[in-house]
């Protein structure tokens, strides 16, 4: 290999390699801050524009830093920025344990989940995105077409972000974590800074360069896994999972940032979770031998594990879009299915379409905080659940939403409105004059729904017409559809 034609390789593995780096640590950042502030539009949106930014900074100082005719002068800069974004990186997971604890519990969820993305993933982005602009100029400087070069850099630019984006998503997050995959991107930065190094150098001192980066590449890959400790008992495709012992016999599952359902290991028709007790309550009379319940989500399989329990003769469809939850319900929560069970892994809405028989109940236990699938949110798919009940079928989810102006839980209950004849809130007493979070449960069917109940020392009430009446006329909730569902805007703000 010629001169040229090795500076120009070079030139162009960093300029692909530091893209796809980039990608990397995108994506995993998103897997990264779930543990501490959920996965929603507002995080993806902060990752998202936090490396954009690291991104347009650094091209732009790395305009400025080039030395035009200098290929060593050039190859140190950037093997600095490379050096630099390597250890930001490996620092990433300890930096973020060090300052989630402190910004998570803002009242400010977008506050913290900006701050925490600037912080953590700032400055790999910036240091980063400095390496094209000067490994494409010194690739166009030998070319004798420059023009061509400079377009063919950006296609390896853009095809490096591509091979990135589908090594993290489908194969980095979901083998090695995302601490793993952090410590492997961290180990890259190093073995580019060596490469950058070789530029301008001979043969032995480039071989002598690039070996002792991959020294530093090895040694620097073992510190996210060690600073960081074990977050996750799991981390799937999905969350970051975790299953804790309360006390003896009683355990309850984390996803991301969220309690799960609790469930007693002596007792599976125990019902620790208020609000579980409540649709438990509701549905008991769709409850029993020959009779058929569907379940949006599975997370813990507390109410599941309960019904399958007391009547294993019972009909149960769970769609659980995680497939290690399932796998962690079972080896920890003690959840055995009935025979008369079925576990579909995938979306609830697609699952709900595969039914082909009419449910007595159908349960949606999808909702959690920020994190929130619009598309089970919508008229379009309250009628389809609708087409699924049999005539005297009932719909029950619950929707964490704030206490006084919980404005997305009267929108899903307007949007419920639209398709059933009789739709209902049914909440804590206690719960509604706290300032804060609360969990809510919509019912919804063609026939009258109950509206006193008492649970143990929980008294639930269901919420009179004119008082639903005068909170729609002060917060004015939407009609959520398909095309227009703004969850997230809709949670953001009480």
């Known amino acids: 290999m ?62 400025i830093a080039y030395r035009p005719g200098n290929a060593r002068v050039n190859g140190m800069v950037m093997a600095c920025m490379f050096a630099v974004a390597a250890l930001a990186t490996a620092a990433a997971p300890s930096l973020l344990q060090a300052l989630a604890p402190g910004l998570s519990n803002d009242n400010s ?42 377009g063919v850099f950006f296609g390896l630019g853009a095809a490096g972000s591509i091979i990135g984006t589908l090594l993290a998503g489908y194969v980095f997050i979901g083998f090695i974590g995302s601490h793993g995959t952090m410590a492997a991107m961290a180990a890259l930065d190093m073995v580019l800074a060596g490469l950058a190094l070789t530029l301008g150098r001979g043969i032995w001192p480039a071989i002598s360069m690039l070996a002792l980066s991959m020294l530093l590449a090895a040694l620097l890959a073992s510190w996210p896994a060690l600073a960081a400790g074990k977050l996750c008992d799991r981390e799937s495709d999905y969350y970051c999972i975790r299953v804790i012992e309360e006390e ?39 409850v029993g031998p020959g009779k058929s319940a569907y379940f949006v989500g599975g997370g813990a399989y507390t109410l599941p594990r309960a019904w ?48 082909t028989t009419p449910q007595d109940v159908i349960i949606g236990d999808a ?50 409105a639209e398709v059933f004849p009789n739709v209902q809130v049914y909440s804590d007493q206690n719960a509604l004059r706290q300032w804060g979070r609360t969990t809510f449960v919509l019912a919804a069917s063609s026939q009258p729904l109950v509206t006193e109940l008492t649970i143990g020392t929980n008294e639930f009430f269901a919420w009179p017409s004119l008082m639903i009446a005068q909170f729609n006329q002060n917060l004015m909730p939407l009609k959520l559809t398909d095309d227009f569902s703004p969850v997230d805007r809709l949670l953001l703000k009480p």
């Open 308 to 355: 399958g329990h007391s009547h294993p003769k019972m009909r149960l469809t769970i769609a659980e879009v995680d497939p290690v939850v399932t796998e962690m319900a079972q080896a920890k929560l003690w959840y055995k299915p009935s025979d008369e069970t079925t576990i579909i892994h995938g979306d609830g809405r697609a699952g709900l379409r595969q039914l």
């Open 2 to 63: 010629s001169n040229m034609s090795g500076h120009m390789t070079i030139n162009a593995m960093l300029v692909t390699f530091s893209a796809a780096a980039t990608l990397v640590v995108e994506i995993a950042a998103g897997r990264m801050l779930a543990p501490y502030v959920g996965m929603s539009l507002y995080t993806w949106t902060a990752i998202i524009a936090t490396v954009l930014a690291g991104l347009t900074l650094g091209n732009f100082f790395g305009g």
């Open 109 to 150: 969820p977008v506050r913290s989940i900006l701050v925490l993305s600037l912080a953590t993933f700032f400055v790999p982005s910036l240091c980063l995105g400095l390496v094209s602009p000067i490994a494409t100029s010194l690739a166009q400087e030998r070319a004798q077409r420059p023009a061509l070069v400079l």
């Open 248 to 286: 003896p016999g009683k355990r309850f599952m984390v996803l991301d940032h969220l309690v799960h359902g609790f469930n007693d290991r002596d007792d599976p028709s125990r019902l620790y979770s208020p609000y579980v007790a409540l649709m438990d309550m509701l549905a008991s009379k769709h």
């Open 367 to 416: 909702f959690h905080d920020l994190s929130v699938p619009q598309h089970l949110t919508t008229t379009e798919f309250a009628r389809e659940v609708a087409d699924k009940l049999s005539y005297d079928g009932l719909y029950l989810l619950n929707i964490v939403d704030h206490a006084q102006k919980p404005r997305f839980m009267l929108s899903v209950l307007k949007s419920l």
